[in-house]
């Protein structure tokens, strides 16, 4: 069940990222940007939980439709600093929206009750898995 919602609302995501000319996943390293700024590239795939070989080739997509920018390190001349571009602050506030439009589209039918236990729920789940 978890994993046919899990692929159900990375489908309805994607269609609606594609709106901003994101795709599945862009959208997640575009959110750290902003909310962090600057970061080294091997602490953004930590900060994801990804594989630096997948956060290599997203930054690059992301790089490559203006979005991103990666620059050397000053301190350090083996680090790669990713950050997002002007540019891409225009579709920042889309993005969130987006987010906040699925999330209240799935949830509109459960009642308070519901939704707090659906988030207790997804909670200890994230929690199984981050133990993995």
């Known amino acids: 069940?978890?994993?046919?919602?899990?692929?159900?609302?990375?489908?309805?995501?994607?269609?609606?990222?594609?709106?901003?000319?994101?795709?599945?996943?862009?959208?997640?390293?575009?959110?750290?940007?902003?909310e962090r700024g600057r970061l080294r590239q091997v602490d953004l795939a930590e900060v994801l939980g990804a594989e630096a070989a997948t956060v290599t080739r997203t930054v690059r997509r992301l790089e490559q439709a203006g979005f991103v920018r990666r620059v050397p390190s000053p301190t350090d001349r083996r680090s790669v600093l990713?950050?997002?571009?002007?540019?891409?602050?225009?579709?920042?506030?889309?993005?969130?929206?987006?987010?906040?439009?699925?999330?209240?589209?799935?949830?509109?039918?459960l009642g308070e009750d519901e939704k707090a236990e659906s988030v207790r729920v997804l909670e200890r789940l994230e929690e199984r898995l981050l133990r993995r």
């Open 1 to 34: 069940m978890v994993v046919r919602v899990a692929r159900l609302h990375r489908v309805l995501a994607g269609q609606l990222l594609r709106e901003v000319g994101l795709h599945v996943g862009q959208e997640l390293v575009m959110l750290e940007l902003w």
């Open 82 to 109: 990713v950050e997002a571009t002007v540019a891409s602050l225009g579709v920042r506030r889309r993005v969130e929206e987006l987010w906040d439009e699925l999330e209240s589209w799935l949830t509109e039918d």
